[in-house]
């Protein structure tokens, strides 16, 4: 199967948002299905942030909120028209 661009937006695990301030986690990968990014995207995000250690968390804790086809480095919903416009 062809490996693709994905971008993965993730929400931290409220334990960690309580402990770190941070609230998302954005991940760019090269994977075969958005499912696979999903993965991969929580396995970054966990590692990254020395979690190994942490009894409280796994990767798959890391919540997705969006998957999008392509390297996009910021969403910004406030330029997308609403509805009837």
């Given amino acids: 199967m062809e490996r693709r661009k994905y971008s993965v937006l993730l929400i931290?695990?409220?334990?960690?948002?309580?402990?770190t301030g941070d609230q998302t986690w954005l991940a760019h990968t090269f994977s075969e299905s958005p499912?696979?990014?999903?993965?991969?995207?929580?396995a970054e995000a966990y590692h990254s942030t020395d979690l190994?250690?942490?009894?409280?968390?796994?990767a798959s804790d890391f919540t997705p909120a969006l998957v999008i086809h392509g390297h996009h480095e910021r969403v910004d919903f406030d330029d997308q028209p609403t509805r009837g416009e």
């Fill in 35 to 42: 499912e696979a990014a999903i993965r991969e995207a929580q």
């Fill in 52 to 58: 190994e250690e942490d009894d409280r968390v796994e």
């Fill in 12 to 19: 931290y695990p409220w334990r960690l948002i309580e402990d």
